[in-house]
């Protein structure tokens, strides 16, 4: 019998024709519902040409929002690195009471509609919300403000690099930890010298995601941001203002700027995989 | 660097791990922990290198408490079951971790580092994979290269827990001497924990029974073979056969419930009678393993099956075929009474 005719023989192998059916049907779907749309993005922003596309991105209202959309990832994201990094180590490496709830608090921002975590906000620090009057008697400003936005967007992306690290900090275990430990380490060299080294595709596989969604909020951002051009609008949310005024061309430059990211997202992100598996380093947890 | 350890206990939850264990070992031995797993044995292998803490009970560390001291200030060196190499450390840099660590009054120069590593490297006979990763390493270089890694930061105690139990029988032989000789050369006080008697038995110098928490016995391998001080010890450390007093008094020689634990190799076999005191019983099995001979007799009006070791030179001179006629008995018998029965 030929080596083919061997194969075929393998029960896990489908004849040609399942084989090339089912490679159509997923890309037909993926062609419909993600390429269509990414072109259409691009066809519409450019529909009249380069140089209002041009003026489109160069307007000080799209401007701003594209700044308070890099302010606001930029902030969320070192902020949840740190706390994933803490959160996943305590998880995976030490046993404490409550830890199943922890794990539970880590998951929320995931279960719960982004409109909802904005709702809490507004209601926690909004004008009539619970620290409200205290807060307007110092003068601080959170709601329809940055500092509103900001939190927003930290409180939908902080379970990225927590649940991106605490599978694999499970996975690796204890032992080089101890083994640090028992040959002199500190707790912070151990640290930098055993445990990040250890983590670092899978952290930065989680930053990338963290980033990709900070930049991209928009439910929860939308409730606590009162639309204020020029101040407090973020790169989705005047999107959509651009959008309800019918300015499209417009509105798609901005949104293709949004669309260049998640492509720039996803060619990192391969890029994270790659070395990550060229490393040894299991990126989810699993040997 | 002698150990000693008074009163330790400590529990997991309800699970009690180690029961008032009190042990002394002396400078330069080589020790092995042997049990069951879950005896207790690897917990008190953590409490001593500091990597758990006891419930109650002190350590001390040639006459000095070391249970408030941390176990990066215990100087302790610690090989682990699963090696516990740094992953992404060239096997040079996993050797040199603990030199690198060290605070910088006491750091030495990158050349003296250099010169440490490749010397420890050359004693475990792999000075040439330094620059290689662990995950490119067998299972035996992995463990001499941990070794050698615990060895960097010159402690004065080295300990090992289940060394050699994730290689195969081949690799774990030649370890296992090697390791031997490496202790005859450098006199570290070590203690390996283990649940493999034949290895406890050749590497130590003594060994310390360990079971539900409790030492059962502490002495050399021989002590611990030949006269096991409590049916545990008896039954976990070579062959046994049990015979009840009820059924057997002439073996046992006493009255009341008491056990009679005779090794199969204590035990005579002929064709005729030639005490009164032998069993009658039939040759169910003979197979040859090796130097020695193992034959299972049925004992006539019984169920019960009695192991038999004998010599080949023994075997040739006396054959012995399957359904022979035969009469045991027993050259040597240790009796315990039935209440200290021990349970594995």
């Known amino acids: 019998m030929s080596a083919q005719a061997l194969q075929r023989k393998i029960a896990t192998h489908e004849s040609r024709g399942v084989t090339l059916a089912l490679i159509l049907l997923a890309l037909t779907y993926l062609i419909l519902f993600l390429g269509v749309p990414l072109y259409a993005v691009f066809y519409q922003a450019f529909s009249k040409g380069w140089a209002l596309y041009w003026e489109a991105l160069k307007e000080p209202d799209a401007l701003s929002a594209v700044k308070l959309t890099v302010i606001a990832a930029a902030i969320s994201v070192p902020a949840n690195v740190v706390f994933g990094v803490a959160a996943a180590w305590a998880i995976a490496k030490f046993e404490f009471k409550g830890k199943s709830l922890l794990i539970t608090l880590i998951d929320l921002p995931f279960a719960v509609s982004p409109v909802v975590s904005g709702l809490i906000y507004v209601l926690l620090f909004g004008a009539q919300g619970w620290f409200g009057p205290w807060l307007q008697a110092h003068d601080i400003k959170l709601i329809f403000a940055v500092p509103g936005i900001v939190l927003a967007t930290i409180f939908v992306t902080f379970p990225f690099i927590a649940r991106e690290l605490i599978p694999l900090m499970q996975a690796q275990g204890k032992e080089e930890e101890e083994a640090a430990v028992s040959l002199g380490a500190s707790g912070w060299q151990t640290f930098w010298r055993v445990t990040l080294p250890n983590i670092k595709w899978g952290l930065l596989y989680g930053v990338i995601l963290c980033n990709a969604r900070a930049m991209g909020e928009f439910g929860a951002v939308s409730v606590v941001s009162g639309h204020i051009r020029g101040l407090t609008n973020t790169m989705p949310l005047h999107v959509e203002i651009l959008y309800n005024e019918y300015n499209f061309v417009a509105a798609f430059a901005v949104a293709s700027l949004l669309a260049l990211l998640a492509l720039v997202t996803l060619g990192v992100k391969s890029l994270i995989e790659w070395q990550a598996r060229r490393s040894g380093e299991p990126l989810h947890g699993t040997h | ?344």
Not at chain 2, 24 to 29: A, H, I, L, P, R
Not at chain 2, 142 to 166: K, M, S, Y
Not at chain 2, 182 to 206: G, K, M, P
Request: proline share 3%.
């Open chain 2, 1 to 344: 660097m002698s150990i000693t350890i008074e009163n330790l206990n400590k529990r997991f939850g309800d699970h009690i791990a180690l029961n008032n264990i009190n042990l002394e070992v002396k400078s330069g031995e080589l020790l092995a922990l042997l049990g069951p797993s879950g005896c207790g044995k690897t917990s008190l292998l953590r409490i001593i290198g500091g990597l758990d803490v006891a419930d109650s009970g002190s350590l001390l560390f040639h006459g000095e408490n070391v249970v408030e001291r941390d176990a990066r200030e215990r100087n302790v060196g610690f090989v682990f079951q699963h090696y516990a190499l740094f992953r992404h450390m060239t096997v040079f840099e996993n050797v040199a971790f603990g030199l690198r660590v060290k605070p910088k009054r006491e750091r030495h120069t990158e050349a003296e580092i250099r010169r440490r590593v490749t010397h420890l490297l050359e004693l475990v006979q792999l000075d040439w994979i330094a620059d290689r990763y662990p995950s490119q390493l067998s299972g035996g270089q992995r463990q001499r290269i941990a070794l050698a890694r615990a060895l960097a930061v010159e402690p004065r105690i080295l300990l090992l827990d289940e060394p050699f139990g994730a290689l195969d029988a081949k690799v774990r032989k030649e370890l296992r001497r090697w390791l031997r000789h490496l202790h005859d050369e450098l006199h570290i006080t070590s203690i390996f924990v283990t649940h493999d008697q034949e290895e406890a038995l050749e590497v130590a110098d003594r060994v310390v029974v360990m079971n539900q928490g409790k030492i059962e016995q502490v002495g050399t391998p021989d002590e611990v073979y030949a006269t096991p001080a409590t049916p545990f010890v008896y039954q976990f450390i070579g062959n046994v056969n049990l015979f009840h007093s009820r059924i057997h008094s002439a073996w046992t020689q006493q009255h009341g419930d008491a056990v009679a634990y005779v090794r199969p190799h204590d035990i005579d076999i002929s064709h005729t009678q030639q005490d009164p005191a032998s069993l009658a019983g039939e040759i169910r099995l003979v197979r040859a393993i090796g130097a020695v001979v193992r034959a299972e007799v049925a004992v006539a009006g019984s169920d019960e099956l009695v192991e038999i070791e004998l010599s080949r030179e023994r075997f040739e001179a006396q054959p012995l075929v399957n359904g022979d006629q035969v009469f045991i008995r027993p050259r040597q018998v240790r009796v315990f009474d039935e209440s200290v029965k021990g349970s594995l």
